[in-house]
């Protein structure tokens, strides 16, 4: 495996070793209670606040979040904390935490309806410390590519997502299993290529097995992970690339929750 001193993550570049943790928001501003952190958006809907503090002290403060001024106010809504519950926050210490954006009756909120966010006080209308979420600021997404197909061996896919950084699922996928040694690659570059075996559902290296319509999840492997996922597909030692899917390497994929929850 080649090892590069620059990573490019579909499209965006990071220091080799650096962890990712999704597009850079800001840094909370220090008003009161001792706040501090960085916030990441995750995607359109999550948010990753990296080493936040807060003392607790306050007796009504909550994660919130507004679009209705440029700066914080008391028009905005409660964010779930990082338990999903809307209870008055206790303390944090350098703590990182992974915040999902509510459903209201106006429907699932996110960084479009947002300008800023905040630690609030709602009894005494303060802000503690907030960031302000840049404009044209490009969020992580999934990226969805049309299915797999072949005829002869019968093998077929509705779709196949990157649904984050660590994780692939295949909708829908069907194989005859009439090629003996066919298994999940994927790669950068040329599509034809062998790339880097992916492991099926079950975690293992054997070759694919008969499927009917199924839907899987799959992991990224690990000496990969980091680096440009260009092409996904089913490939044989014997046939070659059976069929293959590629995705646009200038998206940015949201990084997985399980490494940011580490």
């Known amino acids: 495996m080649v090892s590069w ?12 070793g650096t962890p990712y943790k999704g597009a850079y928001i800001g840094e909370l501003s220090t008003l009161e209670h001792g706040v501090t952190g960085k916030v990441y958006a995750v995607d359109n809907v999550t948010v990753y606040i990296e080493n936040f ?14 679009n209705k001024s440029p ?14 519950r809307n209870d008055v926050l206790g303390p944090y210490r350098n703590k990182n935490i992974v915040l999902r954006f509510p459903v209201t009756k106006k429907g699932q909120r996110s960084l479009n309806d947002v300008k800023w966010i ?17 404009p044209g600021l490009v969020k992580p997404a999934p990226q969805v590519a049309t299915g797999l197909h072949s005829d002869k061996p019968a093998l077929a896919a509705s779709s196949v997502t990157v649904v984050d950084t660590d994780t692939i699922k295949v909708n829908d996928f069907t194989f005859d299993a009439t090629v003996p040694d066919a298994i999940f690659v994927l790669g950068s570059g040329d599509a034809q290529s062998s790339g880097s075996q992916v492991l099926d559902e079950k975690g293992s290296l054997e070759p694919l097995k008969k499927y009917t319509q199924r839907s899987l999840v799959l992991s990224v492997p690990r000496e990969v992970r980091g680096q440009p996922i260009q092409y996904f597909g089913v490939w044989s030692p014997t046939k070659g690339m059976i069929s293959s899917v590629t995705f646009d390497t200038k998206g940015l994929l949201p990084p997985s929750l399980r490494s940011l929850r580490k």
């Open 5 to 16: 001193p620059i990573f490019f993550l579909l499209g965006v570049a990071r220091a080799a």
């Open 53 to 66: 503090s807060y003392d607790g002290e306050a007796p009504d403060a909550y994660f919130f979040a507004g």
């Open 71 to 84: 700066q914080p106010s008391s028009r905005g809504f409660i964010i779930p904390d990082e338990r999903g």
């Open 118 to 134: 905040s630690v609030w006080c709602r009894q005494f209308a303060i802000d503690f410390g907030h960031v302000t979420v840049p």
